[in-house]
């Protein structure tokens, strides 16, 4: 039995006419023919058709979005660890998701802050990996700041839009900023950080195109770490600070309150006194006798 196979340059009709290309070959063809005729009344109902279907259409352009660029900025007091300022601009669409993890960077933000206020990170400056992302904080004058960009952003310009923040605000007074005592008060502070940010959306400006070609040859001296392995060294910290803490009261409650050894100390404690006056009886005897024997002689 043999199988009817068509060759394959055999093309159907019906194949060949919904192919793209010669759809739209012969809609411009057409539209061609009816421009260069001198009486166009005739097809004035289907020109609109012709020379605006679908298929004829351009693409529209998409507007320009940069994934790389500043998601996150906080600025916050190193000696307490209080959150003073932040501008949160992480995802194009504010939808459940994407809200979940915008608070869950922010929740980290905090945590490098509350680290850098214990002494945990000693550094002035540092990059800090966590999933596709990285938090790079500069620490001047007791003021920190913490800005979560793309892993593939360029980190001179992530700590040139950290230093531009620092030289802002610097400008305010310091016995205003130290004054603070509620979190993200300082509101002043938030429209400031939201400009200078405009400015590092686009990598490809001829401003941030002379910042990252300034010292091009210097690398940063920035230390680079791991979030995870933060989060594992406040871990143990913790374990081991309660043992110290509170290990020694319990076992302490649990050995002079047990009833065993309460009934143990109510049977052997008058014991343990009759004891020690007798042996004190005695030797007092002992001394006494000693001293008028030697008396005698």
């Known amino acids: 039995m043999k199988l009817a196979i068509d060759p394959p340059h055999r093309v159907s009709f019906f194949s060949f006419c919904t192919q793209p290309k010669w759809y739209n070959f012969v809609f411009i063809f057409t539209s061609n023919i009816i421009s260069a005729l001198p009486s166009k009344q005739a097809f004035l109902p289907f020109i609109p058709y012709i020379t605006h279907h679908p298929r004829l259409e351009r693409p529209k352009k998409k507007l320009f979005h940069n994934p790389k660029m500043v998601k996150l900025?906080?600025?916050g007091r190193v000696k307490d660890g209080l959150p003073l300022a932040q501008e949160a601009r992480y995802m194009n669409n504010e939808t459940t998701t994407s809200?979940?993890?915008?608070?869950n960077y922010k929740q980290q933000a905090e945590f490098l802050l509350n680290e850098i206020s214990k002494g945990a990170l000693p550094l002035p400056s540092m990059t800090i990996r966590v999933d596709h992302h990285s938090f790079n904080y500069l620490v001047v004058n007791?003021?920190?700041?913490?800005?979560l960009c793309d892993s593939s952003y360029p980190r001179k310009l992530a700590f040139n839009y950290l230093q531009d923040l620092q030289k802002e605000f610097d400008k305010f007074d310091n016995g205003l900023i130290y004054k603070i005592t509620k979190p993200y008060s300082f509101v002043k502070f938030?429209?400031?950080?939201?400009s200078i940010r405009k400015q590092y959306i686009d990598t490809r400006t001829q401003a941030n195109l002379s910042k990252l070609n300034a010292n091009r040859h210097r690398e940063l001296d920035i230390v680079t770490g791991n979030m995870s392995d933060i989060v594992e060294r406040r871990r143990n910290s913790e374990i081991l600070e309660t043992p110290a803490a509170n290990y020694t009261p319990q076992?302490?409650?649990l050995l002079w309150g047990s009833p065993r050894l309460?009934?143990?100390a109510l049977i052997w404690t008058p014991i343990a006194i009759i004891t020690v006056i007798a042996w004190i009886l005695l030797w007092v005897s002992l001394v006494f006798t000693d001293d008028y024997l030697i008396s005698t002689l």
């Open 251 to 253: 076992s302490s409650s």
């Open 262 to 264: 309460e009934a143990i």
């Open 142 to 147: 007791g003021i920190c700041f913490i800005t």
């Open 99 to 103: 809200h979940n993890l915008s608070s």
């Open 190 to 194: 938030d429209s400031i950080i939201s």
């Open 73 to 75: 900025t906080i600025v």
